[in-house]
């Protein structure tokens, strides 16, 4: 029996792509014999992205969580957490725009399963990996929030949204949801021991507006510093 995961996908406007992306990653699974399913956390698409995936829940593994109004991507993947299925070893979370490869989730997944990691990354910026289609001031904005999170972690794309952890390893974790960079939390603050970057090339997304603006720029750096001082406050100050 393959390991069984769940993969959250948070939406907002995304109606022009989403059944491509569930019928994709349902081939991806049925073509490696894997046990997975699709959380998509809607927030209230006008465009009707939550009826789509409801409708596709008849014939494809996918459940949709409908929350009320956009609450945030970061709140979202961990509220899809919470929805997934007890049974699943694995939570993961990836971009619903195309921009991450479907098709590198079997090595994430055989990596948690077999080979010894409790965390998987698909990573732009190790070798065999990169970007299309950004223009210069998206890719320096990325280059700049990577090198300011460096000191936390030895994992080169520490701002990834594309990766699979095992559920044991967040187990007890205070993940706050501040921002869209749910996976700086979980690099900085779960217990997974040995981690696993996976190369792809990210893509721009195909479909829909792009969620990058200044608020989410703020939000990052906002985040970040929670992290800096909770890891670096002095020892006896988290003690009391």
Known sequence: MSMKFSIV?????????????????????????????????DDNSPDGTGAIVDRLSQTHPVRCL??????????????????????????????????????????????????????????????????????LKRKITSLVAISLAKPLTKVKDITSGYFLVKRSAIQGVDLDPIGFKIGLEVIAKAHYGNVLEVPFVFTDRVAGESKLNQKEIFNYLKQLGKIYFGKFRPRAERLN
């Open 66 to 135: 409908h929350r009320p109004g956009k609450m945030g991507l970061s709140s979202g993947v961990i509220d899809g957490w919470k929805f997934a299925r007890p049974d699943s070893e694995a939570l993961g979370a990836m971009d619903g725009d195309f921009s991450h490869d479907i098709n590198v989730l079997p090595k994430m997944v055989e990596a948690l399963e077999s080979g010894g990691y409790g965390l998987a990354i698909g990573s732009r910026y190790v070798p065999g990996g990169g970007i299309e289609n950004w223009p």
């Open 9 to 41: 996908i948070p939406t907002y406007n995304e109606a022009g792509g989403i059944e491509r992306l569930i019928v994709g990653l349902d081939d991806v699974f049925k073509r490696n014999n894997l046990d997975g399913e699709i959380i998509i956390v």
